[in-house]
């Protein structure tokens, strides 16, 4: 990725701070002269300093069309996606086309949806009043918060086009309730620009994520465009709507692209799609999370008695942590405890039901956790805790929360999925886009073992939950052929870590003649993950202590794994027999080690995943 030119960035801040927003104008007009920003009179620099003769032109006519936002800045995306196959992970699917919106934020930049884009193998973009389609490139993306900008390489597309003006940040710049807001992108339905009208009906949250709620029609389409207030200025990104309900639309608030900005600060505003490691510095940096996994209300009088808070107002009591959250200190010790009762968040006290005020608007209540991912990672926090009936002040250092079961396809979950291949056995690391291409529907998985694990957070650095995603049947593997979407457990009596550390186990069982698969049941296996006793004695957070009889058993012969593995591959167009970054050599003579945790390097059997 280009750097970008330090002339166009500097001024691209105040750009979208202090630019000035079109002109509000009367439903009786016929005619409008354009605004302050259009003709660049009380701009902010980077409108100055982008005025040509082209804009000068168009700025001293009259525009004979009622618009109340300017429209002129709001593209459409045409995108060709191609997608690793989360059932077939050594292949891609076909060529997937898609139209989206986008609108200019700066002199030759435009902001969007993340999920409009990504993965896009050609990304086009054409102007409203133009027929002409200019190609793009993906400057800056973050998939957890939807956002991403692109660069028009060719200038020519920006001429007569001023960049639109974001409202400033901050809780006191977010639209209030009925507030008249129109939505502008390219929806489905017709080839032309769409605009429509509604009012702001909630501020309410996704995910963790502050979202607005309008009922202004959002259609697929409009993703990535702006919505626009009274006076012309955008609030809020158009991003989803919700199913099976009518006009009900979500946005993206400013104050969360101002957050994206702020957050590809570190990467040299050349931020990847991928979440940011030490291997990956330019990735973005994640949503801020104060390691609170749960809280119980405190509504019962009854057992705010019991806690002793019977004459304090709200708070709500910790009951369940992230063992690798901000809550946790360097030294291991946990600043926050389960069991603590959580007063305040900076100063802003939680409600009995979890809600805050939001800033600035007593009438309007929020969750408490949202005041915490609307800053980045690592910004300090104060709270007010109850700890065995002494009031108590502590100071966290959010961070960005780690899941057990990655979220994201391409943020934490690998892009394409990792996977390896033992007698036809296709082992896959559990992620929500896994599970999302097996099941219909997240919400609604009847496998609680899957379920649980959906929502657990990391408890330790490299660990993966390992799946039988499906079977290549042969004759190595006949009676195993409908098994699939099991947790493993262990291979050969080895409790499995992650997909390489399997790899590696698979490697050095040389002196075993059968390869011994074991996998989680069902609620037995649910027990096994949470760390209960059993009838058979206690386990530990993954793994017995010994083996299991209720687990289900798969045996394979080594020796005809061996010899069956080629001929498997080669029927399904196989190249490899694992992923790559996954170390799998089935033939090798080794023995003895360790478990590894994946920071091994590709093996030379290793190909293309396509």
Excluded at 147 to 166: E, I, N, Y
Excluded at 336 to 362: A, C, H, K, Y
Excluded at 568 to 575: G, P, T, Y
Aim: with cysteine; glycine share 10%.
């Amino acid at each position: 990725i280009d750097d970008m030119e330090a002339q166009n960035w500097d001024d691209y801040p105040l750009d979208v701070v202090t630019g000035g927003g079109a002109s509000e104008l009367s439903e009786e007009s016929s005619s409008v002269t354009p605004s302050p920003l259009l003709s660049g009179g009380q701009g902010s620099k980077a409108h100055k300093a982008h005025k040509s003769s082209s804009a000068s032109t168009a700025a001293s006519k009259t525009v004979a069309v009622k618009n109340s936002v300017q429209l002129s800045s709001v593209v459409k995306l045409f995108v060709k996606k191609v997608h690793a196959s989360q059932t077939g992970p050594w292949k891609m699917s076909s060529v997937l086309s898609s139209t989206g919106s986008g609108f200019i934020i700066s002199p030759n930049r435009i902001l969007t949806n993340a999920h409009v884009i990504h993965r896009g193998q050609s990304i086009l973009c054409r102007p409203q009043s133009g027929s002409k389609k200019y190609e793009c490139s993906v400057e800056m993306i973050s998939l957890p918060l939807d956002l991403a900008v692109l660069r028009v390489a060719d200038d020519s597309f920006f001429a007569g086009k001023l960049p639109l003006c974001l409202v400033e940040g901050g809780y006191g710049n977010l639209p209030h309730l009925d507030d008249n807001v129109t939505a502008v992108g390219f929806p489905t339905g017709g080839d032309q620009i769409s605009v429509t009208r509604g009012v702001v009906s909630r501020i309410t949250h996704s995910s963790s994520l502050l979202r607005i709620q309008i009922d202004a029609a959002i259609n697929s389409g409009n993703s990535g465009g702006p919505v626009f207030n009274s006076g012309g200025k955008v609030v809020g990104v158009a991003t989803s709507v919700l199913k099976g309900a009518s006009n009900i639309g979500y946005i993206i608030p400013a104050m969360l692209v101002h957050l994206f900005f702020e957050g590809c600060e570190g990467t040299r505003r050349c931020c990847n799609a991928a979440a940011r490691t030490p291997e990956n510095p330019e990735g973005f940096c994640g949503i801020a999370s104060l390691g609170i996994e749960k809280v119980q209300s405190l509504e019962n009088p009854t057992l705010r008695t019991h806690l002793g808070i019977s004459e304090r107002e709200g708070g709500v009591r910790i009951v369940d942590l992230d063992p690798l959250g901000g809550c946790r200190a360097e030294d291991g010790s946990y600043i926050i405890r389960s069991g603590d009762t959580l007063l305040s968040v900076n100063g802003v006290p939680v409600g009995e039901d979890g809600t805050v005020e939001v800033p600035g608007r007593p009438e309007e209540r929020i969750l408490f956790t949202i005041l915490i991912s609307c800053q980045l990672p690592g910004k300090p926090v104060d709270v007010t805790l109850i700890r065995n009936g002494e009031v108590i002040e502590r100071i966290i250092n959010p961070k960005t929360r780690k899941s057990l079961c990655p979220q994201t396809y391409g943020y934490d979950a690998a892009d394409p999925p990792a996977y390896l291949i033992c007698g036809g056995l296709v082992f896959m690391v559990l992620t929500r886009p896994w599970v999302k291409a097996h099941f219909k529907n997240t919400n609604q998985l009847n496998d609680p073992l899957l379920s649980f694990f959906l929502h657990a957070p990391l408890s330790e650095e490299g660990r993966q939950i390992v799946v039988l995603s499906t079977v290549l049947a042969s004759s190595v593997n006949v009676g195993y052929h409908s098994l699939w979407g099991m947790v493993l457990h262990t291979f050969n009596g080895t409790e499995i870590f992650n997909l390489q550390h399997l790899a590696t186990t698979i490697e050095k069982a040389v002196d075993s003649p059968l390869l011994q698969f074991r996998f989680m049941n069902g609620l037995k296996g649910l027990a096994i993950a949470r760390g209960e006793k059993t009838d058979t004695g206690t386990v530990t957070s993954l793994g017995p202590l010994g083996s299991r009889e209720d687990e289900v058993l798969v045996v394979l012969d080594r020796s005809k794994c061996i010899e069956a593995d080629p001929v498997i591959r080669q029927s399904h167009l196989i190249a490899s027999a694992c992923s790559r970054g996954i170390k799998f050599d089935f033939t090798k003579e080794v023995a003895g080690g360790d478990k590894d945790n994946g920071n091994a390097v590709d093996s030379n059997l290793n190909s293309d995943d396509a």
